[in-house]
């Protein structure tokens, strides 16, 4: 799968890598079961909306078009299955076309090598897991794009030699269409996720950084302005719906934050998991060779290799700053990982550029050995993992409905958790409901169940722990407990019959009002479906 020498032009590695790559993501994408958050997500397609509980609603939008066509894995993954390649094929368009790095066979090398390196990150060669994070990643690497472009356009480019006014005119206008198109696709990945901010605050950290005369404050308040009707749609539905999509990011979600040396350890494994190492140390070398400040020097005064610095390394300098006190997913910083490359393909050498690929590729190959190894071995091999009971689950998810068919006519189907419903619900065909107040993540299912309707009824619930029985005996007016074993994983299910709805809701659904639904004093209170629903039109309460 990848190369250990350049023996022929680095673009003929970089095509053969595309196709490759490609083809590993196809089967892995066909053949690995769908997870609880692409689940969840695929039922947002099932519904589509202005907004979902958790994040803004663009990913439910991406796949309902594609559930319009099939609701195969293969197929409502594709979008994250060949995103990879695509962005990798853009930039090195791109880069090769740029002065900075396409005039010569040393630039076209570059440019070739660095689009490797993006496409080789081991993350882009195994990662076949459609989540908000895949058009946010999309839209964000176009608003970057733009927002570079617009800073590198020079007066005097395509048409009108330098001080002639029609030149100049044309050159401005282009220049706005530009920070316009920035503005719009930065507008669209906040309708993917919040951490668009991010992309945001690099955004005017390219105007500070800038030398007077290069700030371009009419370009980013521009940006901006394109950007706020897409912010004003995620407020409204915001303030119609429990202002959900902000508690959860800024509140509900932060039980585990507080200041730990583990996190930024972890930060910093993910950094160099994401990015390059060979080409972090590369930069790092460049520097001290040419001194610190000559080097910083040289990428403020150029402002094409300025504007990519700082999108591909800003967001990663706040991201460790928050590290001191939350743990950074890996998914996150995927989204400025592009224009990482990109600044290293003007600023490093083609030596430096190919050692960087070679690793990667080599990297990644272990990753895809180690997959394809896994996928020849039986499913008990892995029953030491603590996680055992949840990949059963998943791998055989088919046989645990089977289990559970015999209960259908008589019982309604939840399940104790998100994960375990979503799942059950995409390979059943019907929506599974989360019983119980669950934690803080994926809760869109409070504003998809109504539990009034059912007051009276049996209740089955799914659980792959051992019940309490002081979670499910005062719901009901009888219970029972039942296992079965699949692949020596336990299984449990609670067969409540006759629901007591009102006392679910002064015990459960009270709690969970109080915990999720506390609003904070200065968000106006608008339309909350839930607090209303269960608490005879109340409001919610105010943290």
Not at 221 to 237: D, E, G, Q, R, S
Not at 245 to 274: C, E, I, K, Q
Not at 332 to 339: A, T, Y
């Amino acid at each position: 799968m990848t190369p250990t020498s350049m023996t022929f032009a680095p673009r003929h590695w970089f095509y053969a890598l595309v196709a490759t790559t490609l083809a590993f993501k196809l089967w892995l994408s066909a053949v690995f079961p769908i997870t609880g958050d692409e689940a969840y997500f695929i039922y947002w397609g099932a519904a589509p909306a202005l907004g979902y509980y958790d994040h803004p609603p663009m990913v439910g939008w991406l796949l309902a078009l594609l559930l319009r066509i099939s609701d195969a894995p293969w197929l409502l993954r594709l979008p994250i299955t060949v995103l990879p390649a695509a962005m990798a094929l853009v930039l090195h368009a791109v880069l090769r076309h740029r002065g900075d790095a396409g005039a010569d066979a040393q630039g076209e090398d570059r440019a070739a090598l660095a689009a490797i390196g993006l496409l080789l990150v081991p993350v882009q060669v195994w990662n076949v897991f459609i989540t908000t994070d895949t058009p946010l990643v999309f839209w964000s690497f176009l608003a970057g794009l733009a927002f570079w472009r617009a800073h590198s356009e020079r007066v005097g480019e395509r048409g009108g030699a330098i001080g002639d006014a029609s030149g100049d005119n044309r050159n401005g206008g282009e220049r706005t269409a530009w920070f316009i198109a920035a503005g719009v696709f930065l507008g669209l990945a906040f309708l993917s996720k919040y951490f668009a901010a991010l992309l945001g605050m690099a955004f005017l950290g390219v105007v500070l950084a800038s030398p007077r005369g290069q700030c371009h404050w009419r370009g980013f308040l521009i940006t901006c302005a394109a950007a706020l009707p897409f912010v004003a749609v995620n407020l409204y539905w915001n303030f119609e719906n429990c202002w959900a999509n902000l508690m959860f990011n800024l509140y509900n979600r932060h039980d585990d934050a507080g200041w730990s040396w583990r996190t930024p350890a972890l930060y910093v494994a993910t950094v160099l998991y994401t990015l390059s190492p060979v080409a972090l140390v590369a930069l790092v070398m460049q520097a001290r060779e040419r001194g610190w400040r000559s080097w910083l020097g040289r990428i403020r005064g150029d402002a094409s290799l300025r504007v990519l610095a700082i999108l591909g390394g800003l967001p990663f300098l706040l991201f460790a700053l928050l590290s001191s006190f939350k743990q950074i997913g890996l998914h996150w910083v995927l989204s400025f990982v592009p224009f990482f490359f990109a600044a290293c393909a003007l600023l490093l050498s083609r030596r430096a550029l190919k050692a960087s690929a070679i690793f990667l590729g080599v990297f990644s190959a272990v990753h895809v050995a180690g997959i394809l190894a896994s996928a020849g071995l039986p499913l008990e091999r892995w029953q030491g993992l603590r996680i055992y009971d949840g990949v059963v689950f998943h791998f055989r998810i088919h046989d645990v409905l089977k289990e559970l068919k015999p209960y259908e006519g008589e019982f309604e189907l939840a399940a104790d958790g998100y994960s375990a419903a979503v799942t059950a619900s995409y390979y059943r065909g019907r929506y599974v409901f989360v019983f119980g107040e669950a934690s803080s993540h994926a809760r869109h299912d409070d504003i998809a169940t109504d539990f009034r309707q059912f007051a009276g009824r049996n209740i089955a619930v799914l659980r792959k722990s051992p019940p309490r029985d002081e979670d499910y005996r005062p719901y009901f007016d009888s219970v029972e407990y039942r296992q079965f074993d699949i692949a020596g994983a336990a299984f449990h299910v609670v067969l409540g019959r006759g629901f007591k709805y009102p006392v679910y809701r002064d015990q459960v659904l009270a709690k969970v009002r109080q915990r999720y639904y506390a609003m904070p004093r200065y968000l106006p209170q608008g339309h909350c479906d839930f607090c209303e629903r269960y608490f005879d039109g109340a409001s919610c309460p105010v943290r």
